[in-house]
């Protein structure tokens, strides 16, 4: 009691406006003291009258209504209906000296919140707190039920109008507690249109059901994308506590040509899930773009820095490749010229000039053969050559190096017999074929140490003529040989500045031309190499007159696109559903000239009625269909067991080509989004590719 009345005392510290209703002056003199008398700081008008009662409500605060149950031309029960009707928030107690029990309970039932006795009015004071306070927690209480209606009103009002996909996920359990599945308690707006359903027909169904597509998900990380089972994670949230977010790619057959990411936050509430996310598809795509064309800035800058460095260098390289021959003959003209009278001396100095006049022939051909390449002007004249002409060039060419190859000591091989079929020709420029083993063999004699080897050999094969130049000399690393063709490379020695004055110096176009020459001649070159030092091999590959003269009659082919064979779809079983009958004529007569079986539908439900019978390897739909959408269309299909076509690949074909589109199509369900029109063989190409790979 004692702990009820200090909560009590401390209640009320404002003033309370009591009104009471009593005709008889004693006991409005002994009420009032009582309420006075008390630790309520109270004011008390006094009323005996209707219309008094009437005036005093409609026009003075009032806290509390005392009410004698009877006077001479009002009631208590009157008065309480009164309040009851028109001021509900001020409670009534009746005190009178004739009330029995049933006119207390009557009292009690009309609205009255207690009934204190005349004769017992030690319980007013603590009535009157009581029922201020009762008063006081029901008006707390409807506030607090009127926030909480206003909040749900403001939360359903953002969720509604929230760009951002939102879902509340409850989880199924079996007997033991473990959960077997989230069923869908709530969609927003714009989930909805995301997905492409309604809200009410969602409403306690599967997750997967309503989102195909999250069957599978994947997670990107520093080594490409790896699986996520997006279920597990829903468990982790639900069971810790601790939410979930990232950004996920997400189709419903793990299609990586046309993933949909989503950005999504997983968190618990209650015993539910509440799932967020957006489409940042697009996004993604601009940070990629974004990202190439950072890094196509960044090698721009590189390659203007190289170019820089190149020009430098490549004209440091000139100067030294013209000079060092200029200068030997320009040193023995100024000796022979002292000494005319010794013909050794003379003699020598004509050969020595002569051969450094033909290195500088061969070097300015050189760069005129390369400036020549990019605009066409690069010209071999093919005529017939036997195969034992060939030979002879390059035996004249391994004579013409012969003595440089003496001076280094160097060892260069021939086979026994380098022909043994004459009647054999080929269509060469014997000229450049010559220039081709010149600049081989020099590249050989160049890069051999002193004591090395160089064996050439010869092979014949069914349709061309093979010729190998093998050396033991510096070799090359695996990571230089894809570059060796290119204008001016020298691997580590690439126009540097040390290269310049070092044993390998050189402009580095002599395999540039090397592969010029033999493609125009319809052959291949390549190298090979075991690593440096351990020598190097070139494999020059000619074709012969009948295969040149059988590659002239079509040469488009070589580089057009490989034509499909006609019978591509050949045992593959599609089903088409277009609601236009030119649409679905043209696409049934595409896919059946490659050997396709199609069937036909120009609705929805007719494609479901057909699909059990058909089981299609393939199904193409359009998206805006009558009745049904190719969305509703796909989700049935998908909500199939695996065993009865529930994952047969899928193609949205559609003239609805916006990435809006694109993603409520792939979500849904969808591998593949096509805008239409489509052209022959892509609409092949597709479905041969999805059959392929559930065939594999």
């Keep these: 009691m004692e702990r009820v009345k200090e909560m009590d005392s401390s209640a009320f510290l404002e003033t309370i406006n009591i009104l009471l209703l009593e005709d008889n002056a004693a006991d409005v003199e002994l009420l009032s003291a009582l309420m006075l008398e008390s630790d309520l700081d109270c004011t008390i008008?006094?009323?005996?009258?209707?219309?008094?009662?009437?005036?005093?409500?409609?026009?003075?605060?009032?806290?509390?209504?005392?009410?004698d149950y009877s006077l001479p031309t009002f009631d208590g029960l009157s008065a309480i209906g009164f309040v009851e009707d028109g001021f509900p928030d001020i409670p009534c107690i009746v005190v009178s000296g004739v009330l029995g029990e049933d006119l207390a309970v009557e009292a009690l039932k009309g609205g009255a919140a207690d009934y204190v006795l005349k004769d017992n009015l030690a319980r007013l004071v603590p009535a009157v707190k009581r029922a201020l306070r009762e008063q006081r927690e029901r008006k707390a209480l409807l506030q607090a039920t009127a926030d909480l209606q206003e909040s749900e009103i403001r939360f359903r009002t953002s969720v509604e109008t929230m760009a951002d996909c939102f879902i509340i996920l409850s989880s199924v359990r079996d007997s033991e507690g473990f959960i077997q599945d989230f069923t869908v308690s709530y969609l927003n707006a714009a989930a909805c249109k995301a997905l492409s359903v309604s809200q009410e027909k969602q409403l306690g169904k599967s997750v997967y059901t309503v989102i195909p597509a999250f069957k599978a998900t994947a997670r990107e990380d520093s080594e490409g994308l790896e699986d996520l089972d997006l279920f597990l994670v829903f468990c982790g949230v639900?069971?810790?506590?601790?939410?979930?977010?990232?950004?996920?790619?997400?189709?419903?057959?793990?299609?990586?040509?046309?993933?949909?990411?989503?950005?999504?936050?997983?968190?618990?509430?209650?015993?539910?899930?509440?799932?967020?996310?957006?489409?940042?598809?697009?996004?993604?795509?601009?940070?990629?773009?974004?990202?190439?064309?950072?890094?196509?800035?960044?090698?721009?800058?590189?390659?203007?820095?190289?170019?820089?460095?190149?020009?430098?260098?490549?004209?440091?390289?000139?100067?030294?490749?013209?000079?060092?021959?200029?200068?030997?003959?320009?040193?023995?003209?100024?000796?022979?010229?002292d000494c005319l009278d010794d013909k050794a001396l003379v003699a020598r100095a004509i050969q020595t000039s002569y051969r450094n006049a033909e290195v500088l022939d061969q070097l300015i051909e050189d760069l005129l053969d390369v400036s020549r390449m990019p605009h066409s002007g690069f010209q071999c004249r093919l005529e017939p050559l036997s195969i034992d002409s060939l030979v002879c060039l390059v035996l004249e060419v391994v004579d013409a190096i012969a003595p440089a190859a003496r001076n280094k000591d160097i060892e260069i091989v021939l086979p026994e017999v380098v022909a043994d079929d004459v009647e054999d020709s080929l269509l060469g420029d014997a000229s450049r074929l010559k220039q081709v083993f010149r600049n081989l063999l020099s590249n050989a004699l160049k890069f051999t140490p002193a004591g090395g080897r160089i064996t050439i050999s010869f092979e014949r094969l069914s349709d061309s003529i093979v010729v190998l130049v093998q050396d033991t000399g510096i070799g090359i690393a695996s990571e230089e040989i894809p570059h060796l063709f290119e204008r001016f490379w020298q691997g580590e020695h690439t126009l540097s500045t040390a290269s310049v004055h070092s044993a390998y110096a050189g402009l580095g176009l002599g395999l540039s031309i090397v592969r010029h020459i033999v493609l125009a001649h319809g052959g291949q070159v390549s190298a090979d190499s075991a690593g440096p030092g351990q020598g190097s091999s070139f494999r020059v590959e000619l074709p012969l007159a009948s295969?040149?003269?059988?590659?002239?009659?079509?040469?488009?082919?070589?580089?057009?696109?490989?034509?499909?064979?006609?019978?591509a779809l050949k045992g593959c079983r599609v089903l088409i559903v277009e609601d236009y009958p030119d649409g679905l004529e043209v696409y049934t007569s595409m896919l059946e000239a490659y050997g396709a079986t199609v069937v036909g539908t120009r609705s929805a439900d007719a494609a479901l009625e057909n699909f059990q019978a058909f089981q299609p390897h393939v199904l193409v739909s359009d998206l805006v269909l009558p009745g049904k959408s190719g969305y509703e269309l796909i989700r049935e299909i998908r909500a199939l067991p695996a065993n009865a076509g529930g994952s047969v690949p899928a193609i949205a074909l559609t003239a609805l080509s916006e990435p809006p589109?694109?993603?409520?199509?792939?979500?849904?369900?969808?591998?593949?989004?096509?805008?239409?029109?489509?052209?022959?063989?892509?609409?092949?190409?597709v479905v041969s590719n999805l059959y392929r790979s559930t065939s594999e």
């Excluded at 590659?551 to 057009?560: I, Q, V, W």
């Excluded at 589109?661 to 190409?685: D, N, S």
Aim: proline residues 4%; contains cysteine.
């Design 238 to 337: 639900i069971e810790t506590g601790y939410p979930f977010t990232g950004e996920l790619f997400v189709n419903s057959c793990q299609s990586s040509e046309q993933p949909v990411v989503v950005a999504i936050q997983i968190v618990k509430l209650d015993n539910q899930l509440v799932v967020t996310w957006r489409d940042i598809t697009q996004k993604k795509q601009d940070e990629r773009r974004y990202l190439q064309l950072l890094a196509a800035a960044e090698s721009a800058c590189n390659q203007l820095e190289r170019a820089n460095q190149f020009k430098d260098n490549l004209l440091g390289s000139l100067s030294n490749e013209l000079r060092s021959p200029l200068s030997t003959i320009m040193g023995w003209l100024e000796i022979s010229s």
């Design 661 to 685: 589109y694109r993603t409520r199509a792939l979500l849904a369900g969808f591998q593949q989004h096509i805008a239409k029109p489509i052209e022959l063989e892509e609409m092949v190409a």
């Design 45 to 67: 008008a006094v009323v005996d009258t209707y219309e008094a009662f009437f005036s005093t409500l409609n026009t003075q605060p009032i806290d509390i209504v005392l009410a």
């Design 547 to 567: 295969q040149k003269l059988l590659s002239n009659t079509a040469p488009s082919k070589a580089s057009s696109t490989p034509i499909l064979a006609t019978d």
